[in-house]
């Protein structure tokens, strides 16, 4: 079974440009996740999917981040304009279907280098 | 609204021995689910072990065991047997419901030869 695919690994930009990440998750899972991981902490949520509706985006910063999931299967992360605390891991998370015990697979990041 | 507290920034260990690595939590809710989930370097997170909170009995997988203790909301990691490849960042994870995971900042963990 196919893991959850994201790209690019790595991408280096200016601030005030613009960059965009995309997530493959598994196929058949339902819910989509998107999560922030500055460097020495924890990730921190940023939107969630559940098919192709957003579920919480409450800590997503709308002025310069977006994210849509337009069929249900893939989606884009993109920030614009980048600022230099956006320097961190962008990391794609999917599961079958919402609920509390189910375990979350991850890609294996994006890291967003902002100078 | 959920929290998880990881109080060790880094641990080390010699192979072979035993690490319990530290995790508190604090949450309102009566059914929720805690986890360990396991960053190696440059790899994608993995999950390491799963609690839910209505059992009592800890949790188990091969080398990996938890001490949940509900009242003091907290939610340790063993592992045993130490090996090489279980240098990594470890985090601890509280979610409940349909709310998304709640991710303390991790340990670092490495084990030496």
């Known amino acids: 079974e196919a893991g959850v695919a994201q790209s690019p690994r790595y991408k280096i930009i200016e601030k005030r440009q613009s960059v965009a990440f995309w997530c493959n998750p598994i196929?058949?899972?339902?819910?989509l996740y998107w999560y922030q991981q500055i460097l020495g902490q924890g990730p921190k949520l940023l939107i969630q999917?559940?098919?192709?509706?957003?579920?919480?985006d409450s800590q997503l910063p709308k002025d310069r981040f977006s994210a849509e999931r337009l069929k249900g299967v893939d989606s884009t992360l993109k920030i614009q304009p980048a600022k230099l605390e956006d320097s961190a891991v962008y990391l794609c998370?999917?599961?079958?279907?919402?609920?509390?015990?189910?375990?979350?697979?991850f890609g294996e990041g994006s890291r967003l280098t902002v100078l | 609204a959920q929290t998880v507290t990881q109080s060790q920034p880094e641990m080390s260990v010699q192979e072979a021995e035993t690490v319990t690595l530290s995790c508190t939590y604090d949450?309102?809710?009566?059914?929720?689910?805690l986890f360990w989930y396991k960053q190696p370097p440059s790899r994608q997170m993995i999950l390491v072990i799963r609690q839910e909170a209505y059992k009592q009995q800890n949790a188990t997988e091969n080398r990996f065991s938890v001490n949940f203790q509900k009242a003091a909301k907290s939610f340790s990691l063993k592992i045993s047997d130490s090996q090489l490849g279980d240098t990594a960042m470890y985090f601890c994870?509280?979610?409940?419901?349909?709310?998304?995971?709640?991710f303390g900042k991790g340990t670092r963990l490495s084990v030496i030869a």
């Open positions: 998370a999917s599961i079958l279907t919402r609920g509390a015990s189910g375990e979350l697979f």
């Open positions: 999917f559940q098919n192709n509706g957003v579920v919480d």
């Open positions: 994870a509280s979610n409940s419901g349909n709310t998304p995971l709640v």
């Open positions: 949450t309102s809710e009566n059914n929720y689910y």
């Open positions: 196929s058949g899972h339902a819910t």
